[in-house]
């Protein structure tokens, strides 16, 4: 049975490639590091992509903010794709984990998963609301296992489960025309608006970097995208 914390997954391409590996993710896609969010950078990352993920300290302006759109979205309303897979976080510092699983769980008319945990949880969270699909994972020993053996890679200093963590790992990916924000720990998924296969890197920047804009004192942001491999 999956602990309620766990050690956090690190942003580092390499662990998260052995990681989607483990669970049967085949190598043609890959994690790689986005190394700035204006135009000529984001030139640089491979085609397609298919998910981009951004790991980000939860502050005040992030919580605030969260709040303010939640009641936004709730008294406005706003589309939301019946094609979206989107999932609750319940267990602690596994929001990478869960970055991961949107990105894949979208995106499975192109990437050809092989019988594994994630095919395996996927199948089984076929028609589950977005709660039940978190408590399923807490159930998912392949895939809990994989996250607790990956979390041991790359990390000069393994944190222990109970060191305070105060980063968050969340997804934007394109789905049926619109671009959407993957966050288990909000409501519901976020429609930010008109996007594509070929626009999603840069219209997910730009959501990034409002997220910068809100936290302008800070400096720890990462973003990272699933892409084709080189």
Known sequence: MATET????????????????????????NIVDVMGLDPETLSWVPRPVLSVMLLFPISDAYENHKKTEEN????????????????????????????????????????????GHMQKF??????????????????????????????????????????PVNHHFISFVHKDGALYELDGRKAFPVNHGPTSQETLLEDAAKICKEFMARDPNEVRFTVIALVASD
């Open 122 to 163: 996927l199948n089984e969270a076929k028609g589950l609301d977005a709660t039940a699909r978190g408590k399923l994972l807490e159930k998912s020993e392949g895939i809990i296992n994989a996250h607790k053996e990956l979390a041991q890679e790359g990390q000069t200093n393994t944190p222990s489960a109970e060191d």
């Open 72 to 115: 936004e979205i709730l008294s406005k309303g706003q589309e939301v794709s019946g094609n979206i897979f989107y999932m609750k976080q319940n267990i602690s510092n596994a929001c990478g984990t869960i970055a991961l699983v949107h990105s894949v769980a979208n995106n499975t008319d192109i990437i050809e998963l092989s019988d």
């Open 6 to 29: 766990l050690v956090p997954l690190e942003s580092n391409p390499d662990v998260l490639n052995k990681f989607l590996q483990k669970l049967g993710v085949p190598n043609k896609w």
